[in-house]
């Protein structure tokens, strides 16, 4: 279909003046409205008033120009349809075969912090319904919502005598519904907001493609990453600055990894495989933090994910540059740190520019999960234990073994149910997750710890002497009684089973100290 006659109305205006210049030059016809027509007027580009298309003014600070017969019977009349042809020619109605429209910035309104009213009048009500009748009649007409797209018209014209091909006009078609729902999503989810609804009635998702990959979670399956939902720094807001390109699960356990950071505010690392934590740390400075977190478990850190939550320096760079990882998330690195981490081409390292909230359990952060057929949707486990600790034992937890019961219960908040974290000094010794049974765990834990201790030639297991935090209850007593025969002496867990009298019993036995927070941290 050749190009003669366009309409623009863009608010964003990259790439205006090129495109419009390449209209004119190939004999296209420009009607615009308001500030569009300006621009071009600016850039020495020739364009028609819709106005005196429709020989009727903008009204109504702007919101009514371009809902006219004029307007929609030249995008939306079928070529060819006699029916069609004979109305536009009696009523004056000429072919749009172009229409270059992009939306008032109703979600940049929001997201800047906009109040009610500013945010009601960015939201667009012409544009939408110009677009939807501009891809509705795509057999004819160009659409382009997007100045991004303006190239791939260009390049279509000029191999094709100043037409567009049937391939391009279907996917042009096809972004610009995507974007109208996206758009409708977006005033949706804020109205809901508005209203204080949580859980709306209807819900819709809306996302933009970030990432074609490899393939999936196995290399039989495709997969895509797709950015969307409220902003948060983390994987989706992350540069990535080196290395190979980042596998579907590469993303998964990085999100994992830095969530899990966050948690921190003192200088803390996280050492991540299969989205559970092998090891993490806090310390005095980043390279004390990693160290300790690689010491935790340094076999199953090999090849794994490593997330911190201070700027990379040079010196911890350089520490991890003896390790083999897969990906390295910070929210800066300095220019030492670069420059060591450039020599391992295929590290892939990410800079967040800031840490996510770890605490924020607001509506705007949920999470969704999909089953078949639908979804599961909940607020982001953003809480965090100290308010409301109960000390249930006849021992009381030193200040040392407080500390480390609050640090191994945050760990054990980010790692797969059942799940069981040993720390001691502010580091994991020891984690059992993902098991059917909640002793399983806690054996496990122990386990590691006694291998890992084992490895570095010490003469003792690192869980003598360490706390144990559990994500949920303990049903009995035998998780418990695991945690003091490994050599814990401190334990915090939830709380709330109804044999909590007999573990609580089983803890004083053994001389244990217990605390109970009264909130369970699942992770499935």
Known sequence: MKIRRALISVSDKSGLADFGRFLVDSGVEILSTGGSAKALADAGIKATEVSDVTGFPEIMDGRVKTLHPLIHGGLLAVRGNADHEAAMEAHGIGAIDLLAVNLYPFEETVAAGGDFAACIENIDIGGPALIRAAAKNHAFVTVVVEPADYGAVIEDMKANGGATTTQLRKRLAAEAYARTAAYDAAIGGWFANQLGETFPRRMTLSAALRQTLRYGENPHQEAAFYTGGAARPGIATAEQIQGKELSFNNLNDTDAAFELVAEFEAPACAIIKHANPCGTAIGDDLPAAYAKALAGDPVSAFGGIIALNRTLDGATAAEIAELFAEVVIAPEADAEARAVLAAKKN???????????????????????????????????????????????????????????????????????NAIVYARDGATVGVGAGQMSRVDSSRIAAWKAGETSAAAGEDRSRAEGSVVASDAFFPFADGLLAAAQAGATAVIQPGGSVRDAEVIAAADEAGLAMVFTGMRHFRH
């Open 347 to 417: 590290l892939r390292v990410l800079i967040t520019g800031a840490m996510p909230d770890a605490t924020d359990a607001t509506a705007s952060a949920m999470t969704v999960r999909s089953l078949a057929g639908g979804y599961l949707v909940q607020g982001r486990d953003g809480a965090l234990t100290g308010a409301d600790l109960e000390v249930v034992t006849k021992r009381q937890p030193t200040a040392e073994e407080m500390a480390d019961l609050l640090f191994a219960f945050r760990v054990c908040k980010h790692a797969k149910s």
